[in-house]
DNA sequence: ATGGGTTACGTCAATCGTAACCATG
DNA sequence: CATGGTTACGATTGACGTAACCCAT
């Protein structure tokens, strides 16, 4: 099973026809074939239907473990490479939108004072992407931040050896328009809320399904999807009560217009998690170590 | 990167040797020398130290990519295999100690009934291993127990692919010597019995690390290690006073000579859960089945 | 001098491209 | 009949083994 096959196969799966494929690898039509032929002869059976081009069961079952895989071997050559290359002298800071605060504002000052020649760059990203993103170097450290159990990390997908560390965690509340009876309650459980309206904000807020399994019960029915990563607007909406949703209660406690209450159970935290691999010298290297002493 | 370079770069790094290597997976030493040399060419660094052998700063993070990635590999074959190959007719069960009981016999016992010609094999594993197993096929299926939030899934390492299902949750208790005072005891925190003596059974029970993560605070010192999988050897030498131990609650009630306090705080619970890959009908998918539907 | 990793070189297999071929819509 | 995947074939590349080499105990 050579790397080189799985990436045609998932690029012919992905792009339904060996032609295109060919064009986007760079590969002859014939060698495309060819290779697709050898790798479902290494392994024993048909894994695409030709004509229309489509995986097979078997090859529904390689696509699942091929592109993780892939990612995995760019990440451990990245990885030789971090150690290897030239010393680092850019910063690329990967993180979700909530995980951009105050205390990361301190900690890029005080790099851009250590490493004036360095522009550093934060990238606004998705939960989900960003662990592979550190694992294949294209950013240089995340900051994730999600909801999880007060003992346990978030729950990220795994791609090779990453360390996770917690820089912050704060408790959360459940956004509510001014006014709302809640609003200042205490000791509120997720549970009783489950037949609310809510919004889905799958960018800013943990979905629907998560909520779900914290509190243990059914619903958390999404009556609106709100799209991007702006905090502003999604709390607009909620004032205007279009539904409810889930945020760090100091976020909330500084919004103008929203009011909030405390979840008191299940136990849940709002955590920011620094992520990133080996980290030679640098402004980056520099970055984490005060985003891990600074703990907020 | 060639997973066959790999293979023979993991072999040469664990024995130390290039000969070694090649006499162990059937090459040339020459042919290991050609392989290294063509890898550390690829990426640019040398990873082996000659003379003695080990690995370099470089070698040593490849290391830790390299062993995952190998398993993964196997585990995408294997995947494949399953569903091209003959319907598989054996039924090998993959378990950690405390994850076999009951409701498992029961299950099992439908299954002979169904299949009276397999011949079922239960094999006793380590917790982190287990999940690998799952993947590469050597077992069909496994049950895992472990300590987790009632809201969160057991961490297992992730080897790819797999689907987990919880089957079973009991609260847990402290184990204690009969009389001791806290025996008994209701609402019970985990955090005040950080001084106390510990047990460390590995094989049976979360390690000293994973009580100090799930209660917040330090301490949870091991004072005696049991090596083993043996349930009653543990609860003999809790009885005899040489430490405390975690474990399920109704594990405990049914134990004699040994008393135990119910754990209030934090909210942790004993979940058993099945982990397992694409199950073509045959025995391993029946007993998928029965014990994702008996949850007990 | 010997054990063990490297290098040179010959051989064989694998892979790619060109081009002819064939099947499906 | 045309688009697109397959097969045949020749050329190139790469991978392994033999054997000579070299370096460090």
Request: hydrophobic share 50%; net charge neutral.
């Amino acid at each position: 099973m050579d790397p080189q096959q799985l990436r045609t196969f998932v690029t012919v799966a992905r792009l339904a026809s060996f032609s295109e494929a060919a064009r986007e690898l760079g590969y002859t039509q014939s060698a495309v074939s060819q290779q697709i032929a050898a790798l479902e002869a290494d392994l024993g059976t048909a894994l695409l239907l030709r004509r229309p081009v489509g995986p097979t069961g078997a090859g529904q079952r390689l696509l699942e473990h091929a592109a993780p895989l892939l990612v995995r071997l760019e990440a451990a050559r990245a990885d030789v490479a971090r150690l290897a290359g030239a010393p680092n002298t850019r910063l690329v800071l990967g993180a979700t939108a909530l995980a951009v605060g105050a205390a990361l504002g301190r900690a890029l000052g005080e790099v851009r004072r250590a490493y004036p020649r360095v522009e550093p760059v934060v990238r606004v990203l998705a939960q989900d992407v960003l662990p592979a993103q550190v694992a294949t170097g294209e950013v240089d450290l995340a900051l994730v931040d999600g909801l999880a159990a007060p003992s346990d990390p978030l729950p990220l997908p795994d791609v090779g050896p990453l360390r996770t560390v917690a820089v912050a965690e704060r408790p959360v509340a459940v956004a509510l328009p001014v006014g709302h009876p809640l609003a200042g309650r205490a000791g509120l459980a997720l549970a009783d809320l489950s037949a609310a309206r809510w919004l889905d904000a799958p960018d800013l807020t943990p979905p629907a399904a998560r909520l779900r399994a914290a509190a243990g019960v059914d619903g958390f029915r999404p009556a609106t999807r709100y799209q991007g990563t702006d905090l502003h607007g999604l709390l607009a909406l909620v004032a205007a009560g279009h539904g409810l949703t889930l945020l760090p209660e100091p976020v909330l406690a500084a919004a103008p217009g929203v009011g909030y209450a405390p979840i008191a159970a299940p136990r849940l935290v709002h955590r920011i998690e620094l992520v990133h691999g080996s980290l030679p010298e640098g402004p980056a290297a520099l970055l984490a170590r005060l985003l891990e002493s600074s703990r907020g």
